[in-house]
């Protein structure tokens, strides 16, 4: 199994270049996630960032999306949304998976003068499921897309909790309602040291997550999780408790990034050690 980070927030450089003379080629980062993986011989693509720049950094790392077997969306939510199209164009075959709930719908609610409610959009860029409705597949329970590589929705109950701290929201039939997470998913694959979890965002906690895995592979050890842990807004004593958390769980390997923060990601350090690394553009994982 073969990970490579096309997008992150920290900006890096192209491991792989086409000659050992040749400067590694500076790729930038943005707010956004996208994760390539090559496994049993698939290639699958995890998100797409928040535009087009994962193309290019995949091109700079020599990565033909045009040779990719399938695309996963972790969530809904414009920072791993906004490069599908460039996706669909580059790619005339593979499907795109996304959670049956997945819509054109998702907000981030603001308080102005503690008496009005704004709605930022923060989903799926309009008019895109539309355009691409052929190559979509909407995924209800669990779904093995490739032998040994699942995808797994959220089994955790009252996540809308969650989303009501979050001030995260869901347009349905004119109102909004607190986000419930459904439209999230993990990308599971089944290898030879454990299960390998990836969820970009991990907004249904990544120590819930975690035991949905587990409850939903009886038996099988759990080798690591990659993704955004949404910390970045957290206050520190909950993330020193939520890495506690984690800690008492047998997960071998952590790589984080993305919305996870800079400080989040120093507590997470501190308390679990080098088991956590830091994701960035350019990484590159071997298991």
């Not at 390539?36 to 960032?49: H, Q, V, W």
């Not at 994962?54 to 490069?83: E, P, Q, R, T």
């Not at 350090?269 to 956590?276: E, I, N, P, R, Y």
């Amino acid at each position: 199994m073969h990970i490579k980070i096309l997008v992150d927030n920290i900006s890096g450089s192209a491991c792989n270049t086409s000659s050992a003379e040749e400067s590694p080629k500076q790729l930038d980062g943005e707010w956004g996630l996208c994760v390539y993986t090559e496994f049993n011989g698939k290639r699958i693509l995890l998100d797409t960032g928040a535009s087009a720049r994962f193309a290019k950094n995949a091109a700079d790392m020599n990565i033909d999306l045009a040779a990719i077997d399938a695309g996963v969306l972790s969530h809904a939510h414009y920072d791993h949304a906004n490069g599908m199209q460039e996706f669909f164009d580059k790619n005339d075959h593979a499907k795109f998976y996304l959670r049956e709930s997945a819509g054109e719908n998702c907000y981030h609610s603001y308080k102005v003068f503690k008496f009005f409610t704004y709605q930022k959009y923060i989903g799926i860029r309009k008019g895109t499921l539309k355009r691409n409705a052929e190559r979509i597949v909407f995924v209800n329970g669990d779904r093995d897309i490739f032998p040994g590589v699942t995808l797994v929705g959220h089994k955790t109950p009252n996540l809308d909790e969650i989303g009501k701290r979050a001030h995260m929201s869901v347009k349905e039939n004119g109102k909004y309602r607190p986000d419930s997470f459904d439209h999230e998913q993990s990308l599971v694959f089944d290898t030879p040291k454990g299960l390998f979890i990836m969820n970009s965002c991990s907004h249904g906690g990544a120590d819930n997550i975690i035991k949905e895995i587990e409850a939903t592979f009886p038996g099988k050890p759990i080798y690591a999780i990659l993704g955004g842990f949404h910390l970045f807004r957290t206050p520190d004593d909950h993330v020193k408790a939520f890495a506690e958390r984690l800690r008492d769980l047998n997960v071998q390997k952590i790589y984080t990034g993305h919305c996870t923060g800079q400080r989040a990601y120093e507590i997470l350090h501190d308390v679990l050690g080098d088991k956590v690394e830091q994701m960035h553009t350019g990484m590159e994982i071997e298991v």
